[in-house]
């Protein structure tokens, strides 16, 4: 079955402008996780959408958003962007009901000029 | 949730078994131990997860330690393939995962 897709895959911004980013989880999962991974701050958890509920968040300001769609499909906000959010943005699901796998996007690599 | 402890690199020889340890001391009863690797530039990719038993799949093998401080997996024969990072985590649930800096594994031939 089709993996975890991802769109766009590279994005290029300015400072000050916002951005949506798209995930389609496997088909039949309802849990969606988002993740921003930098190469100095590692991989680190934004928030999760289960059933469209936001479930848990990490510790991001409120210009990162999301939602969650009843397709179980997600979407990412990211407003008045900085450069510090150029980063790979990752999009994991799951069945989200017990403790399972998560399959991973290939993730949308956004560069903030 | 717990943190981890990986070492930052490692070498392994290409058909050899890579020994991946990690150090997770002040894991609790709830939590999972979960590897995933990451090849440069794609997404996490799922290894293995146990609670107290050792697990293998077709991939690898984890051995956590009776005390659960501790956990190693194994790749019982490495290929070029392999090298990746590999992320040690612990975590009660599996929809928020905390990733370390992880271990850089280097296969060689």
């Known amino acids: 079955k089709a993996g975890v897709t991802q769109t766009p895959r590279y994005l290029i911004k300015t400072r000050g402008q916002q951005v949506t980013l798209s995930c389609s989880p496997i088909?039949?999962?309802?849990?969606v996780s988002w993740y921003q991974q930098t190469p100095g701050q590692g991989l680190q958890f934004l928030f999760e959408?289960?059933?469209?509920?936001?479930?848990n968040k990490g510790n991001f300001p409120g210009r990162f958003s999301g939602r969650q769609f009843s397709n179980s499909r997600s979407e990412m906000n990211v407003s008045t962007l900085e450069l510090g959010d150029s980063a790979l943005y990752l999009c994991?699901?799951?069945?989200?009901?017990?403790?399972?796998?998560?399959?991973f996007g290939p993730g949308t690599r956004l560069l903030v000029l | 949730d717990a943190k981890t402890t990986q070492p930052t690199s490692m070498d392994c020889a290409e058909g050899r078994a890579a020994n991946l340890p990690c150090n997770h001391s002040?894991?609790?009863?709830?939590?999972?131990v979960y590897w995933y690797r990451q090849i440069h530039s794609q997404g996490p990719q799922y290894i293995i997860h146990?609670?107290?038993n050792n697990e293998t799949n077709e991939m690898a093998s984890l051995i956590i330690t009776e005390d659960r401080k501790s956990s190693t997996l194994i790749l019982p024969h490495a290929t070029l393939r392999d090298t990746a990072v590999y992320y040690c985590?612990?975590?009660?649930?599996?929809?928020?995962?905390?990733f370390g800096a992880g271990t850089t594994v280097t296969v060689r031939a």
């Open positions: 994991a699901s799951s069945w989200g009901l017990a403790v399972e796998t998560q399959y």
């Open positions: 088909s039949g999962h309802r849990s």
């Open positions: 959408y289960f059933s469209e509920t936001q479930r």
């Open positions: 002040t894991i609790s009863g709830n939590e999972y």
């Open positions: 146990g609670l107290k």
């Open positions: 985590i612990v975590s009660s649930n599996d929809y928020k995962l905390s």
